[in-house]
């Protein structure tokens, strides 16, 4: 039966304090009912961290007993969720080893005989309808957030929830339509006299439930929330994709004064508290990261797609588009294809009126020289490119006459972006993901005055601006320049980018530097007052910088810092130290060299999330409390030269998180300090539970 709380119960077990403290090796697979076994494999070898390009391209049995091998000396928990059948976990479970140490494996599914076949020895958890308390107290916490309910509206509240019979997906639905008007008994009247007598608990009429609370949003959530169902079933969907899709599509319009982004995003928080959206993973800064849709309300999402003509897919098993000679979708817009998308291209389709081509397929697809203008001269109408899961071997040189174009987001094996992309003045979001090192885009991006967001996975070198500045106002829609070259960082290219919020400057850094220290590049990027997150990738460890520029350099509203391979004294973090607006700082590999660092007085009066990552630090000295005043996470990876953690860390009242892997045991130990001092603060203040969380890997180090 779905929408019983399966998933939610095995996310509350799996991030339940005792047991992140007990598996630090813990992760969460979606299976689903259509799966791919390599790509399940590759989910848990990203969450243990070990997904690497050898691991990518290994025969799929060869990939069974690698994952096996990574598990072999942990003690895991692996949440299998949503199996369907019982040869399904007869395919999946050679990858887990029984290693004797108390490792655990952990299945959701509708089908009790998966769950017997599983494990015959235990029985399984059945999980039940609600109680009527139950079921009452759930709605209460999901509109008030407390188990309480005014009186006038409490005769509605008990109708409500004995028509949900117990179901919680249900009462999270029912909840989301009440919670933007919850002191309003008149809409309290008006939902619970649209809750049909037939809602119960027959998994048929779930869907009525969903169709009640789509019928309550607003106009402008409808089709975003349609939306969500181009996905397939087992993706987490990137919310800063979504959002830029959503753009695209024409489903954010313009308001006054505000960015179209932050709206977008106000869409995306409205659709989580309504309880259609589930939140996956969330930002070091609090912000969604990635999202996903209950299999159910995706099933809904993709017949009312069709039905409202939102969007159109084409599946595995559709044969009588499939095996058509010239396939035509005469009423289509939006065209999702999720697998076999050359079995439907190689038909060569034409003079469809297709907005929108979007494919999230699990298997990545090559096209050679011979197929990459399949799509552009199919669809000539196309605004929007989602192909990420197809490999492009040449540019496409038909993809330029496609002048509405708002959106692609391309693979290729590509260095150079030609001139002829120029032409393309309607497009928003370019995403470029590439084989090669470093990408050269001769197109002159300052023609494209829609473009505001450009992303590629290499060192990116920009067409020097050629135009009069006072041209130039039409580039004050770009936000995002993410990978780019030191080299096209010039005076001029941020004279032209005034409403810039994402940078990242990936390639030989020291090249931004003079002899003296100082540099251009800073001294431009203090007049950017938009920025407010900048990524600095060294990728030549020969060529270490020496020193930061001063703080007066650096973007007044930078709230997040990246740094990777710059190999900078520590002495030079009193420089970052002094960032007033600074929230989160990252210290990749090598972000910096020495053996000892000491916070200064006064420093990081901002500062909640700090990541610090394979370094030879062996000393850190933390005076006192104020160092970092307000500091909520830190995590620190490879650092096996540092011998303890600063006890004043303990002192810190906003500490919630201390995140350690691969360090040495004293860290570990001296971490473990800081976990009782904090337990004993909480005893002290009254605090039932104790908010502070210690993760260690490996756990033996405790």
């Not at 069709?306 to 098993?317: A, Q, S």
């Not at 829609?477 to 990936?506: D, G, H, M």
């Amino acid at each position: 039966m779905p929408g019983l709380g399966k998933t939610t119960l095995a996310k509350k077990v799996l991030h339940d304090p005792k047991i992140e403290y007990d598996f630090f090796t813990r992760a969460f697979i979606y299976v689903s009912q259509q799966f791919e076994r390599t790509e399940v494999f590759l989910n848990i070898l990203w969450s243990l961290g070990h997904l690497t390009k050898k691991a990518q391209n290994m025969p799929e049995e060869k990939l069974a007993e690698h994952v096996r091998e990574q598990l072999k000396t942990r003690m895991y928990l692996i949440v299998m969720d949503d199996v369907w059948k019982i040869e399904d976990w007869d395919k999946l479970k050679v990858a887990f080893p029984n290693n004797k140490k108390r490792s655990r494996v952990l299945i959701t599914t509708r089908n009790t005989s998966v769950a017997i076949y599983a494990n015959p020895a235990v029985e399984p958890y059945h999980l039940d309808f609600l109680t009527f308390d139950a079921s009452r107290e759930l709605l209460r916490r999901k509109v008030f957030g407390e188990n309480k309910c005014p009186e006038e509206v409490e005769q509605y509240e008990v109708h409500m929830v004995k028509k949900c019979d117990g179901l919680p997906l249900s009462i999270a639905v029912i909840a989301g339509i009440l919670i933007k008007h919850r002191q309003i008994v008149r809409w309290w009247s008006r939902v619970a006299d649209s809750v049909n007598d037939y809602i119960s608990r027959d998994e048929k009429h779930i869907k009525d439930v969903i169709i009640l609370s789509y019928n309550h949003l607003p106009y402008h959530l409808k089709p975003c929330f349609l939306y969500l169902g181009v996905f397939r079933e087992d993706f987490e969907i990137p919310v800063w994709k979504l959002l830029r899709l959503w753009i695209a599509e024409g489903f954010v319009p313009q308001q006054r004064g505000l960015n179209l982004e932050d709206i977008a995003e106000e869409y995306l928080e409205e659709l989580v508290d309504r309880n259609l959206v589930m939140v996956g993973q969330r930002r070091s800064n609090g912000q969604i990261k990635t999202c996903r849709v209950h299999d159910t309300l995706r099933d809904f999402c993709k017949e009312e797609g069709k039905e409202e003509n939102i969007f159109h897919e084409i599946k595995k098993d559709d044969r009588e588009i499939l095996s058509s000679k010239s396939p035509t979708l005469d009423d289509c817009r939006r065209l999702c294809i999720n697998a076999n998308v050359m079995d439907y291209m190689s038909k060569k389709p034409s003079d469809a009126p297709v907005r929108s081509f979007l494919t999230s397929a699990k298997e990545e697809t090559a096209l050679d020289a011979e197929h990459v203008s399949l799509i552009p001269r199919a669809f000539k109408l196309l605004r929007v490119l989602e192909a990420k899961s197809l490999r492009f071997a040449v540019f496409p040189p038909d993809l330029c006459q496609l002048v509405l174009l708002k959106y692609i987001s391309m693979s290729c094996k590509l260095d150079i972006l030609p001139p002829a992309m120029s032409t393309l003045w309607s497009l928003q979001t370019l995403i470029v993901d590439t084989t090669a090192r470093t990408l050269q885009i001769k197109s002159d991006i300052w023609k494209m005055p829609q473009l505001r967001h450009l992303h590629t996975n290499a060192s990116t070198s920009l067409p020097c601006p050629t135009t009069p500045r006072c041209e130039t106002l039409v580039n004050a829609n770009l936000q995002t320049l993410s990978s780019i070259s030191p080299q096209s960082c010039t005076k001029e290219l941020f004279e032209r980018t005034p409403k810039l919020k994402k940078l990242a400057i990936c390639g030989k850094l020291a090249v931004l530097f003079r002899a003296n220290g100082r540099s251009n590049v800073f001294e431009s990027l203090c007049a950017l007052d938009f920025l407010e997150n900048l990524k600095l990738l060294n990728e030549y460890v020969s060529s270490p910088l020496k020193r930061l520029p001063q703080e007066h350099n650096f973007p007044r509203k930078l709230t997040m810092l990246t740094l990777s391979k710059t190999l900078l004294p520590w002495n030079q973090m009193s420089t970052l130290g002094k960032l007033a607006n600074l929230e989160v700082l990252k210290l990749k590999i090598n972000a910096f060299k020495g053996d000892r660092w000491r916070t200064e007085s006064g420093g990081f009066q901002s500062l909640q999330f700090l990541h610090i990552g394979s370094t030879g630090l062996s000393s850190w000295d933390v005076a006192a409390a104020d160092h970092l005043p307000v500091l909520k996470s830190l995590v620190l990876k490879h650092c096996p030269d540092l011998r303890r953690l600063p006890p004043s860390l303990g002192h810190i009242s906003t500490l919630q998180l201390i995140d350690l892997s691969c360090t040495n045991p004293s860290v570990a130990s001296s971490a473990k300090d800081i976990e009782n001092l904090k337990l004993k603060q909480a005893q002290q203040k009254g605090n039932k539970s104790n908010r502070f969380m210690l993760l260690v890997y490996p756990p033996d180090h405790l």
